[in-house]
T-cell receptor
Framework: AQSVTQLDSQVPVFEEAPVELRCNYS??????LFWYVQYPNQGLQLLLK??????LVKSINGFEAEFNKSQTSFHLRKPSVHISDTAEYFC????????????FGKGTMLLVSP | SQTIHQWPATLVQPVGSPLSLECTVE??????LYWYRQAAGRGLQLLFY??????ISSEVPQNLSASRPQDRQFILSSKKLLLSDSGFYLC???????????FGQGTRLTVV
């Protein structure tokens, strides 16, 4: 079975500062990794994913994450955050199969203040 | 394009009452369908998933059940709600063989 650990339940940061949201996973087999974002009272939106190939993946709104197999990590970073980035971020893992039963971390609330 | 509809958005139900939450997907056929529950501070927990009509897999034994009467329809039910059933319920779908899931807007259920 797989598990995901998001070490920080809340990360406060000032606007235009850099941020890193940490994610570590545990699995005995190869995995796919995902970051989802959730705005208040809404569903989850896929932010970015790692399936194979380049270990650095990027989203269209400036976020990036790097898959580190030796450290079993998939940390999310952004060099300069905006107020609108305030949301909850979930790291998730799945194993290659015909359906994507995702295992989620408990989430990290990113709070961006002016 | 594909869309997923989930309703109602909010629901307040008394303890012991029945529950029916509905989810439908448009723009695709034979999707994999999922029900997740989100409790504060606990992340998302997979409740049920389905790879076809009438095929339901349960991940967690509980007071809930799921059904898939049509290819793109997924229903979450309960005969008698408990206080512990309160939470945010999310429906999701994915394509067979494709990894990422796409989520609905969720239903906030409060059992009183």
């Amino acid at each position: 079975a797989q598990s995901v650990t998001q070490l920080d339940s809340q990360v406060p940061v000032f606007e235009e500062a850099p941020v890193e949201l940490r994610c570590n996973y545990s699995s005995s087999v190869s995995v796919y990794l995902f970051w989802y974002v959730q705005y208040p009272n809404q569903g989850l939106q896929l932010l970015l994913k790692y399936l194979s190939g380049s270990t650095l993946v990027k989203s269209i709104n400036g976020f990036e994450a790097e898959f580190n197999k030796s450290q079993t990590s998939f940390h999310l970073r952004k060099p300069s955050v905006h107020i609108s980035d305030t949301a909850e971020y979930f790291c998730a893992v799945s194993v290659p199969s015909g359906y994507s039963t995702l295992t989620f971390g408990k989430g990290t609330m990113l709070l961006v203040s002016p | 394009s594909q869309t997923i509809h989930q309703w109602p958005a909010t629901l307040v139900q008394p303890v012991g009452s029945p529950l029916s939450l509905e989810c439908t997907v448009e723009g695709t056929s034979n999707p994999n369908l999922y029900w997740y529950r989100q409790a504060a501070g606990r992340g998302l927990q997979l409740l049920f998933y389905s790879i076809g009509i009438g095929q339901i897999s349960s991940e967690v034994p509980q007071n809930l059940s799921a059904s898939r009467p049509q290819d793109r329809q997924f229903i979450l039910s309960s005969k008698k709600l408990l206080l512990s059933d309160s939470g945010f319920y999310l429906c999701a779908w994915s394509r067979t063989g494709i990894t990422e899931a796409f989520f609905g807007q969720g239903t906030r259920l409060t059992v009183v």
